[in-house]
């Protein structure tokens, strides 16, 4: 017979109280009070910062506040990014017994698969990119990641049912540049959601319940819907208490100053290159970097890759982690080269 495991959705919740449950759903499994568990979630409109991230460098918080974004710090790190209802998350908290392996890159592999059949099984082709993206026809559609805490692993993924990148862009502490129509219309064309692909963003329902049984049969087990126990509860409310303060979201100050977003603009044999790029001064590092011109690149996604592989890259191993980017893949970028992007880069910097 196969073993139970929980179900639980928690509907749309503010950013605080999906960040308060995460705590708790974590701690409870590593301490063995609660079952392993598949969790459904939403957003209310929420800009999220990175564990260590300040809210004044990387959010355009005169936006978040006039258009009714929450802004909330996470409990995990990484960059700073825009959640709404749009966008259904799913999080798997299990021990390190459930899955066989204390491999990430295989628990990725396995998870990854698994929930790109579930999209499959609506009419869209998705298929697994490593390391932790979900794809279809080389678009983003979702986006995976997961993290130990002792014997447990929480593991947590998105679903793009009907987003809306500008919205996100907006959000964030970017160069006038990079909001213009062209280089939102850029962005878009490095994602897609559901309804884009379909016509229609199918019940919510029927995706959950796909999805629930992907991984069932995957993992070998059943799911039975559930609720939080009471030792889940206190943890629960104790997380929220701490989390939902703006102490907890301005827990990390910095002046804007220190992270300047510049612009560097190189024009080469086929046109115009910008970068715009946030600059740690003091750390001598890039934080991150968005590329956008008059140029061609095929496969789409060569950019969106080369902006993940050069963040928080050092400023003097610039040159040598485009090269590392490029080396052995097979791109089609007419009159454009790789060093083209470590010189645009450059001349950003170079402006501080």
């Known amino acids: 017979m196969a073993p139970t495991w929980r179900l639980i959705d928690t509907g749309i919740r503010r950013a605080a109280e999906n960040f308060a449950l995460n705590r708790a759903l974590l701690e409870a499994r590593k301490r063995r009070i609660a079952p392993s568990t598949l969790r459904f979630l939403q957003f209310g409109p929420s800009a999220l910062l990175g564990y260590h991230q300040s809210a004044e460098q990387e959010l355009d918080l005169e936006y978040c506040r006039a258009n009714g974004v929450e802004v909330q710090r996470r409990?995990?790190?990484?960059?700073?990014?825009?959640?709404?209802?749009?966008?259904?998350?799913?999080?798997?908290?299990?021990?390190?017994?459930?899955?066989?392996?204390?491999?990430?890159?295989?628990?990725?592999?396995?998870?990854?698969?698994?929930?790109?059949?579930?999209?499959?099984?609506?009419?869209?082709?998705?298929?697994?990119?490593?390391?932790?993206?979900?794809?279809?026809?080389?678009?983003?559609?979702a986006g995976t990641g997961g993290a130990f805490d002792g014997d447990a692993l929480l593991y947590q993924g998105t679903l793009l049912l009907d987003f809306d990148i500008g919205r996100m862009l907006r959000c964030l502490r970017l160069p006038a540049e990079m909001l213009s129509p062209q280089a939102i219309a850029g962005a878009r064309a490095r994602v897609v959601n559901l309804r884009e692909l379909l016509g229609v963003v199918p019940p919510l329902e029927k995706i959950k319940q796909r999805f629930a049984d992907e991984f069932?049969?995957?993992?070998?087990?059943?799911?039975?819907p559930g609720e939080l126990s009471p030792q889940e509860a206190r943890l629960f409310r104790e997380a929220l208490a701490e989390i939902d303060r703006p102490?907890?979201?301005?827990?990390?100050?910095?002046?804007?100053?220190?992270?300047?977003?510049?612009?560097?603009?190189?024009?080469?044999?086929?046109?115009?290159?910008?970068?715009?790029?946030?600059?740690?001064?003091?750390?001598?590092?890039?934080?991150?970097?968005?590329?956008?011109?008059?140029?061609?690149?095929?496969?789409?996604?060569?950019?969106?890759?080369?902006?993940?592989?050069?963040?928080?890259?050092?400023?003097?191993?610039?040159?040598?982690?485009?090269?590392?980017?490029?080396?052995?893949?097979?791109?089609?970028?007419?009159?454009?080269?790789?060093?083209?992007?470590?010189?645009?880069?450059?001349?950003?910097?170079?402006?501080?």
């Open 75 to 141: 409990i995990t790190g990484g960059g700073a990014i825009y959640m709404d209802e749009s966008v259904l998350g799913w999080e798997l908290y299990l021990g390190k017994s459930d899955l066989g392996t204390a491999e990430m890159g295989a628990i990725s592999q396995r998870v990854c698969e698994t929930a790109a059949r579930a999209v499959s099984a609506f009419g869209v082709p998705a298929t697994f990119r490593p390391r932790t993206d979900i794809e279809v026809d080389g678009r983003k559609i």
């Open 216 to 224: 069932a049969g995957a993992l070998g087990v059943a799911f039975e």
């Open 247 to 352: 102490d907890w979201i301005h827990m990390v100050q910095k002046p804007r100053a220190g992270l300047p977003v510049l612009e560097g603009v190189h024009r080469f044999a086929g046109g115009t290159l910008r970068a715009a790029a946030a600059y740690d001064r003091a750390g001598g590092r890039i934080r991150q970097v968005c590329f956008s011109g008059d140029f061609f690149v095929n496969p789409p996604r060569t950019i969106a890759d080369l902006e993940a592989a050069l963040k928080d890259c050092a400023v003097d191993d610039l040159a040598a982690a485009v090269a590392r980017f490029f080396h052995g893949r097979r791109i089609e970028m007419p009159g454009l080269a790789p060093a083209d992007f470590a010189v645009a880069v450059t001349q950003a910097v170079a402006s501080a």
